[in-house]
């Protein structure tokens, strides 16, 4: 079956511990995002990657860090620089890395990190 | 102007009413569209694509009006199953990594039985 896994489904975090959270795709798609969703805020761009061994802070990257260092897996740390870090995860990817008219992002199931 | 903006809802439908939403974006550039579905808890599912002036599947239509900027989801004929929030998305601006995707705040609809 092809899509995107993350892991975990569900992740508990004391105050001051830093967290991974695992995504991986086998689409063979070239980009990969992070979004963070809180209630009533929508979708928010952590960071996103064009390729391997790249990547690029989005909107909200602060207290957050990734690596893209296989093209199918980037994932994404949460620090304990990140003050409010208890939100709904989601990881994302898209085939086409230039711009055209096909930029459909495919979504994994999402991690929901809860700060204790 | 947000770069894609909502009607936060929620809208309360009967079973079988034809509901349709709007979704105003601000990137006159944007060639492509996008419309998700959220369920409570999950992650956003692609419902449907618009490259044009618009695209059909079954129940669902999306038209697009480049004039005043703004994509439409019409859902026709509603089952209780169509109940979710409804995720709109559109490219980024020139120059903002343009294969990026801004995501409205989404509509929530409930049909109701």
């Known amino acids: 079956d092809g899509g995107i896994t993350q892991s975990p489904k569900y992740l508990f975090r004391k105050e001051g511990q830093n967290v991974t959270l695992s995504c991986e795709q086998n689409l063979n798609h070239d980009a990969m995002y992070w979004y963070r969703q809180d209630p009533g805020q929508g979708l928010r761009l952590i960071y996103y990657?064009?390729?391997?061994?790249?990547?690029q802070k989005g909107d909200i990257a602060e207290g957050y860090s990734v690596s893209r260092e296989k093209k199918e897996s980037f994932p994404l740390t949460v620090t304990s620089a990140q003050k409010n870090p208890t939100a709904f995860y989601l990881c994302a990817s898209s085939i086409k890395v230039s711009t055209g008219p096909y930029n459909e992002q495919f979504f994994g199931p999402g991690t929901r990190l809860t700060v204790l | 102007r947000k770069e894609v903006e909502q009607d936060p809802g929620p809208f309360n439908v009967p079973e079988g009413a034809t509901v349709a939403f709007n979704c105003t974006y601000s990137n006159s550039a944007s060639q492509s569209f996008f419309w998700y579905r959220q369920d409570c808890r999950k992650e956003p599912k692609l419902l449907m694509s618009?490259?044009?002036s618009g695209n059909e599947d079954g129940r669902f239509t999306a038209q697009l009006n480049r004039a005043s900027q703004y994509i439409s989801l019409l859902i026709r004929d509603s089952k209780l199953s169509d109940s979710a929030t409804y995720l709109c998305?559109?490219?980024?601006?020139?120059?903002?990594?343009?294969?990026?995707?801004?995501f409205g705040k989404g509509t929530k609809l409930s049909v109701i039985p």
């Open positions: 998305a559109s490219p980024r601006p020139p120059g903002a990594g343009s294969y990026q995707l801004t």
């Open positions: 990657s064009q390729i391997v061994n790249d990547f």
């Open positions: 618009v490259y044009s």
